[in-house]
């Protein structure tokens, strides 16, 4: 399967459509598959595809009935017919888009590309046949699935004009992919997008670009126009040439006389920008800037906060097109949330903690008594996952303590990471036994050591996140048993130490 952003598209060549282009007929079951106890794979149907004219960006809508449930299985949508570019050129499209199903008569895809054209481009209509494929694991052999087809249903998806993206990803890691929709904070982001159906611009024809965006999500800063005659800046800018803007929404607008390629990166080009509102730099007033930083944000520890850039095009004589862009910024470490399991990981032998108390003749009451407190401390170890973090390159040995307050890791594991465990406080529950005559008690106390577990997550520059490591936090409990029998000292109830 190639991916091409969250569009999933596959050449059919073998069992599958049964579309009529395809000269298959029978392929798949024709009505339903038992695949485990209680659940029927039942055959969807398709009703529509919306809407029929799209731009990129859009979610595309795909309505039917008895689609199968996310934790079933899996939807695709089938397609096959042709796509007519602007320019008259005809190219055979067959492939399959991976849903994600809603519910039962819903599921969406996110159009992100052009994916029916060779060069990706090209604005044109698609016309042809569509059906739905559900597939569930098979229940006696899982590694093959069961497959339930629809009919098959004619589909027109018309393209219009568009703003493509060519980029969105850190300016400061060559090696991220040219679109990412993620990165972390602080981060130089560059985006480039292409308008695609506009035709050129040039100079007879320019075209007007705007960006909006939200401050303080993108941390953005204006310099005052020909404060250098070189660039990028190596260092800081100072405020006496600059200004980082405020809380709120700004615009940035600037013309481009060439090509259909737009790229915004400051850590590159000094680009001369109208600003809206307007800023004061040192005591003066500016609508005209150039943009010197266009930062990813800050964003609270273990936290994540989305960055949404309007970008626009219009042309000299009108036409306009607009794209709403978004990208996910992360803290490096995210530490997870603690599901509420704790378990025993070792139970230490039992001791007594007081003498042997006599029931006399005529018995007596005995509670619990200890002659010295006991305190454990709680403690944080994180397991590193080697693989996982070089993939994503983050180093082993890093300590996510150095990235997280113990703040955070309380709120993870619900509890005050820095608090100890003290004996005294746990018997205020007053254990006590009516001892027999002639009997003899005493009061005894168990450790045990628990562990709760919480994942912790790493984000890279590049939008990629992955499990580098497991959290562990040691706990303790304490265990009390007053005991009393014929002989001193009697055996304790507790049970016997034990290692988990």
Same mark, same amino acid.
């Given at each position: 399967?190639?991916?091409?952003?969250?569009?999933?598209?596959?050449?059919?060549?073998?069992?599958?459509?049964?579309?009529?282009?395809?000269?298959?007929?029978?392929?798949?079951?024709?009505?339903?598959?038992?695949?485990?106890?209680?659940?029927?794979?039942?055959?969807?149907?398709?009703?529509?595809?919306?809407?029929?004219?799209?731009?990129?960006?859009?979610?595309?809508?795909?309505?039917?009935?008895?689609?199968?449930?996310?934790?079933?299985?899996?939807?695709?949508?089938?397609?096959?017919?042709?796509?007519?570019?602007?320019?008259?050129?005809?190219?055979?499209?067959?492939?399959?888009?991976?849903?994600?199903?809603?519910?039962?008569?819903?599921?969406?895809?996110?159009?992100?590309?052009?994916?029916?054209?060779?060069?990706?481009?090209?604005?044109?209509?698609?016309?042809?046949?569509?059906?739905?494929?559900?597939?569930?694991?098979?229940?006696?052999?899982?590694?093959?699935?069961?497959?339930?087809?629809?009919?098959?249903?004619?589909?027109?998806?018309?393209?219009?004009?568009?703003?493509?993206?060519?980029?969105?990803?850190?300016?400061?890691?060559?090696?991220?992919?040219?679109?990412?929709?993620?990165?972390?904070?602080?981060?130089?982001?560059?985006?480039?997008?292409?308008?695609?159906?506009?035709?050129?611009?040039?100079?007879?024809?320019?075209?007007?670009?705007?960006?909006?965006?939200?401050?303080?999500?993108?941390?953005?800063?204006?310099?005052?126009?020909?404060?250098?005659?070189?660039?990028?800046?190596?260092?800081?800018?100072?405020?006496?040439?600059?200004?980082?803007?405020?809380?709120?929404?700004?615009?940035?607008?600037?013309?481009?006389?060439?090509?259909?390629?737009?790229?915004?990166?400051?850590?590159?080009?000094?680009?001369?920008?109208?600003?809206?509102?307007? &800023?004061?730099? %040192?005591? @003066? #007033?500016?609508? =005209?800037?150039?943009?010197?930083?266009?930062?990813? /944000?800050?964003?609270?520890? !273990?936290?994540?906060?989305?960055?949404?850039?309007v970008v626009e095009v219009e042309t000299?004589?009108?036409?306009?097109?607009?794209?709403?862009?978004?990208?996910?910024?992360?803290?490096?470490?995210?530490?997870? &949330?603690?599901? %509420?399991? @704790? #378990?025993?990981? =070792?139970?230490?032998?039992?001791?007594?903690?007081? /003498?042997?108390?006599?029931? !006399?003749?005529?018995?007596?009451?005995?509670?619990?008594?200890?002659?010295?407190?006991?305190?454990?401390?709680?403690?944080?170890?994180?397991?590193?996952?080697?693989?996982?973090?070089?993939?994503l390159g983050f180093t082993v040995g890093?300590?996510?303590?150095?990235?997280?307050?113990?703040?955070?890791?309380?709120?993870?594991?619900?509890?005050?990471?820095?608090?100890?465990?003290?004996?005294?406080?746990?018997?205020?529950?007053?254990?006590?036994?009516?001892?027999?005559?002639?009997?003899?008690?005493?009061?005894?106390?168990?450790?045990?050591?628990?562990?709760?577990?919480?994942?912790?997550?790493?984000?890279?520059?590049?939008?990629?996140?992955?499990?580098?490591?497991?959290?562990?936090?040691?706990?303790?409990?304490?265990?009390?048993?007053?005991?009393?029998?014929?002989?001193?000292?009697?055996?304790?109830?507790?049970?016997?130490?034990?290692?988990?």
């Amino acid at each position: 399967m190639v991916r091409h952003a969250s569009i999933f598209v596959i050449a059919l060549a073998t069992c599958g459509m049964g579309l009529s282009t395809l000269g298959l007929s029978g392929c798949g079951p024709e009505a339903t598959e038992e695949t485990e106890p209680g659940f029927i794979l039942l055959q969807p149907k398709l009703d529509s595809v919306s809407p029929n004219a799209i731009t990129l960006g859009d979610t595309v809508t795909v309505v039917g009935k008895d689609f199968i449930e996310a934790k079933d299985g899996t939807m695709s949508l089938l397609l096959d017919g042709e796509y007519t570019d602007s320019e008259g050129v005809a190219y055979d499209f067959v492939g399959e888009i991976q849903l994600d199903v809603k519910n039962s008569s819903i599921a969406e895809f996110a159009f992100e590309e052009i994916f029916f054209h060779p060069t990706r481009d090209k604005i044109g209509t698609w016309r042809g046949s569509a059906a739905l494929v559900s597939r569930a694991p098979n229940r006696d052999d899982i590694t093959t699935e069961d497959e339930s087809w629809s009919t098959d249903k004619d589909v027109s998806l018309r393209i219009e004009p568009s703003v493509m993206l060519s980029r969105l990803r850190s300016a400061d890691d060559a090696s991220c992919s040219a679109v990412t929709f993620a990165t972390n904070s602080n981060n130089n982001i560059e985006l480039g997008f292409k308008a695609i159906g506009l035709g050129e611009a040039s100079v007879e024809q320019p075209w007007t670009v705007r960006m909006s965006f939200v401050s303080p999500d993108v941390a953005v800063r204006y310099v005052v126009p020909d404060a250098f005659d070189f660039w990028p800046i190596n260092g800081p800018l100072d405020d006496s040439v600059s200004t980082l803007v405020g809380e709120g929404t700004h615009r940035v607008e600037f013309e481009i006389d060439s090509g259909d390629n737009i790229i915004i990166d400051p850590t590159r080009t000094a680009r001369r920008v109208k600003v809206s509102p307007p &800023v004061t730099i %040192g005591q @003066e #007033q500016y609508s =005209e800037v150039v943009l010197g930083t266009l930062l990813a /944000g800050e964003v609270a520890e !273990g936290g994540k906060t989305t960055a949404n850039f309007v970008v626009e095009v219009e042309t000299n004589d009108g036409r306009s097109l607009r794209r709403l862009v978004t990208m996910d910024i992360w803290s490096e470490i995210e530490i997870g &949330v603690w599901n %509420g399991s @704790e #378990q025993i990981a =070792e139970r230490y032998e039992a001791h007594a903690v007081s /003498g042997c108390i006599p029931g !006399g003749q005529i018995g007596r009451q005995l509670t619990y008594s200890e002659g010295e407190t006991e305190t454990r401390e709680r403690s944080i170890d994180v397991k590193w996952n080697a693989a996982v973090s070089s993939g994503l390159g983050f180093t082993v040995g890093v300590s996510a303590f150095g990235l997280s307050s113990e703040q955070s890791w309380s709120q993870s594991f619900g509890v005050d990471v820095t608090e100890g465990i003290s004996s005294s406080t746990s018997t205020e529950q007053n254990i006590s036994v009516q001892l027999l005559p002639g009997y003899f008690g005493m009061s005894y106390r168990q450790l045990e050591r628990l562990e709760r577990k919480v994942d912790v997550i790493y984000h890279n520059a590049c939008g990629e996140s992955g499990t580098v490591g497991e959290a562990e936090l040691t706990n303790w409990n304490f265990a009390f048993d007053v005991a009393q029998g014929g002989e001193c000292p009697p055996p304790t109830n507790l049970p016997p130490a034990e290692v988990f």
